[in-house]
């Protein structure tokens, strides 16, 4: 076996063992050229064919083999990284000589028999002309700057400059975790999972190719109208767009005040829908509550440690082949969806009566979710029902584009195939499966998990697009299945989701991902519901305090707690761990047990209350965002776009027009610096008054986070932060 894949795995950050380096080759350049091989291979040569030229023979090399590191810090999910990243590595490879534009290249490798087929390649290069960029609300292109990237097969990049002012701000581009203004760096716009540390990398699960731009009192927006990739540059004095394009492109300019801004894109993608109150209650979950007993144990300990809980979210509920059945169940396959007559629950099962469990959660008030995947598993082979829902899939899964099914290239269910969600019929048909969820067991909503795992430019979906113009929207089309399947039974179209791109407005909750227990991701995922916020995400949320690896210390658990209690979700949640001793959940239980510190479950039980207070508000301010206001979470930015003191403080953010938020994101601390905008402000723990516009340091105690409320607001709330 000889492989060569050109675009490789489709793998936007990473270069895989059996692809062209680069893809695009530009004028002057040569290219690495990658295969895999069987063991048995000893020699591979590649025929390199320039037309009017004769044949050259480049022999490959192979990398000496290194020893692998087995050790693996963290849960499952990081394990099978690991397990992905092993099996990816090793390549034969070789460097042709330089290409040039205006010719075009053949090439194709040869080695233990087998002869693959040929392959093409032609260099591309910018020119002022290729196609056409249409602006649309204002034109601040710098004039000359538009160019346009062509190969041997078309235009393939578009790239051009906007004008920024010495002092301005660029806030958005999609939930960001390394920084709330991004002038200075480089970025781009796709959707991918990374696993933990998204802020030392760069990367998000919710890009968007927007952002607003802050220059004192004057404010703009740019929408780059696409849902193909694109690159921002805001290293140098100027913005620096580079998009993927075929042949036209519209960039939309808004002008006006940062809300308004953010009104005029919303009116564009989507805007949001608002959802019930009782999302803003306290969520509970964990990966290891995988039994119903252990579910009810759970809550029932909130109950008894007087913790109330308004969502809880089961992630480990189902067989994880199907996602629509419980482990445990018994039942015939079919070919149509079942009903819940159809399971049969055995007492000593996992599960012995979801119904019943769900109905006594709604009596509790406590309302449920349940996780999804949007993949057919396929390894290990499928039985039972997993067999029927692979076969049936088969003409209702996104396609490469020989026709085969598109088997998902990530390290996360490799393999699986992966429904065409972009067709109603298939939304339809997906949904169908897990419809005696909603209406028979009666479950609240979904977490619409795993979103990212469309890559490749060439894919084919049925509403038409490709890879390129079709990968960034697969989250949107999931979400909103599950959101359809909601409202189709009456229920409000809570889904929690943590992929996204420009148009998941209107679809559910959002959360920030996986992330480790440290003060940085707790850094990292404050900047992320910032510029997230500033994109039109109204409700979102983190895994407080973090859900991977070793636990939080009590410090930065309460300190995570105080925040998410300002947040538009509060929600705590920890990684599956093999069921290890001792327990990895993120429960103030078992943060209190584990660290010994006898103020956990007080403290947080002080949170969570207040948080209920807190509902009527965030219910209402939530509704104001919705109908055009500045986001529910937001930067100061929104309300003070002329203070540029704001910008020396950006993990400082608005919840809502009457408070202002300071997290306290570094251990030992006992008072923080904080900056007060213009206004009257008032302490909410101890009613104390404070004039704004200036740097003042606050006490910092641990059941007490530094929050503060504008003096007009004060009377209506006051009773919230009542003791």
Request: glycine residues 10%.
């Amino acid at each position: 076996m000889i492989r060569h894949r050109p675009h490789g795995s489709g793998h936007p950050y990473a270069d895989s063992e059996d692809q062209r380096v680069p893809v695009l080759p530009m004028d002057g350049q040569s290219v690495e050229l990658r295969v895999r091989a069987s063991a048995n291979v000893t020699s591979v040569v590649c025929d390199w064919l320039m037309v009017g030229a004769p044949v050259m023979e480049l022999p490959l090399s192979r990398p000496a083999a290194e020893e692998e590191d087995t050790k693996v810090d963290g849960g499952h999910l990081a394990a099978a990284q690991a397990k992905a990243a092993r099996a990816a590595s090793g390549s034969w490879s070789v460097v042709t000589p330089p290409l040039e534009a205006g010719r075009r290249y053949s090439y194709r490798f040869r080695g233990g028999g087998r002869t693959t087929r040929w392959f093409e390649v032609t260099a591309a290069q910018w020119s002022p002309d290729g196609g056409r960029l249409v602006v649309e609300g204002g034109d601040r292109v710098v004039p000359g700057s538009v160019r346009w990237l062509a190969d041997g097969d078309g235009v393939r990049r578009v790239r051009f400059e906007l004008e920024l002012e010495p002092g301005a701000h660029v806030v958005g581009f999609g939930e960001r975790f390394d920084a709330v203004d991004q002038r200075g760096r480089a970025l781009d716009a796709v959707v991918f999972e990374q696993y933990k540390s998204q802020g030392a990398h760069g990367r998000t699960y919710l890009p968007m190719p927007f952002a607003l731009v802050v220059d004192g009192p004057r404010s703009w927006g740019l929408h780059v109208d696409t849902s193909r990739r694109t690159w921002y540059d805001l290293s140098g004095p100027r913005l620096v767009v580079e998009a993927e394009v075929e042949d036209e492109l519209t960039l939309r300019i808004h002008e006006g005040s940062p809300a308004g801004v953010l009104d005029a894109f919303l009116g564009t993608v989507g805007r949001p829908t608002e959802l019930p109150e009782w999302v803003f209650r306290l969520w509970a979950s964990g990966n290891e509550w995988n039994t119903q007993e252990r579910v009810m144990a759970e809550m029932d300990r909130h109950r008894e440690s007087d913790i109330p809980v308004g969502a809880l979210v089961i992630e480990a509920w189902s067989d994880e082949t199907t996602f629509t059945a419980f482990r445990g169940a018994e039942y015939e396959p079919s070919e149509q969806p079942h009903r819940l007559a159809d399971y049969r629950f055995p007492e000593d099962g996992p599960w012995p009566d979801p119904k019943g469990m769900v109905d006594e959660l709604h009596e509790r008030d406590i309302k449920v979710l349940l996780w999804q995947i949007p993949l057919q598993k396929m390894r290990p082979h499928p039985k039972h029902q997993a067999a029927v829902d692979a076969r049936q899939i088969l003409d209702r899964c996104v396609r490469e584009a020989d026709g085969r099914p598109y088997r998902n290239r990530g390290w996360w269910f490799p393999l699986a195939l992966m429904p065409d969600l972009s067709r109603q019929d298939v939304r339809d048909w997906w949904t169908a499966k897990r419809r005696y969820l909603v209406d028979e067991v009666g479950v609240d909503g979904f977490k619409t998990d795993g979103g990212e795992h469309a890559w490749g430019h060439d894919l084919r979906y049925g509403d038409g697009r490709r890879g390129d113009d079709g990968n960034g929207l697969f989250p949107v089309h999931y979400a909103r299945a599950f959101g359809d399947l909601l409202r189709s039974a009456g229920k409000a179209p809570v889904t929690f989701s943590r992929a996204g791109f420009a148009g998941s407005q209107p679809h559910g909750a959002f959360w920030a991902g996986d992330e480790d227990s440290t003060w940085e991701a707790f850094r990292s995922s404050i900047r992320a519901g910032i510029t997230a916020s500033a994109c039109g995400i109204v409700y979102w949320g983190w895994d407080l305090a973090g859900f991977s690896g070793d636990l939080p210390s009590a410090e930065l658990y309460l300190r995570a707690a105080g925040t998410s209690a300002f947040m538009p979700i509060m929600q705590y949640h920890s990684e599956f761990n093999h069921h290890r001793r001792p327990l990895r959940d993120r429960t103030p239980w078992n943060i209190a047990e584990q660290t010994g510190d006898s103020r956990v479950i007080p403290v947080f039980r002080r949170f969570a209350h207040l948080r209920e207070r807190l509902v009527p508000y965030l219910a209402r301010e939530a509704r104001r965002a919705i109908e055009g206001g500045a986001p529910l979470m937001r930067g100061l930015f929104f309300d003070h776009p002329g203070d540029e003191a704001i910008w020396s403080y950006p993990l400082q953010y608005k919840l809502g027009d009457a408070l202002l938020v300071i997290p306290v994101t570094e251990p030992d601390a006992d008072k923080v610096e904080a900056y007060l905008p213009e206004g009257e402000w008032v302490d909410v723990w101890t009613g104390l008054a404070l004039d704004g516009g200036q740097v003042l340091t606050l006490p910092a105690p641990i059941d007490r986070p530094p929050v503060l409320c504008t003096a007009q607001h004060w009377q209506e709330l006051s009773a919230v932060f009542a003791p």
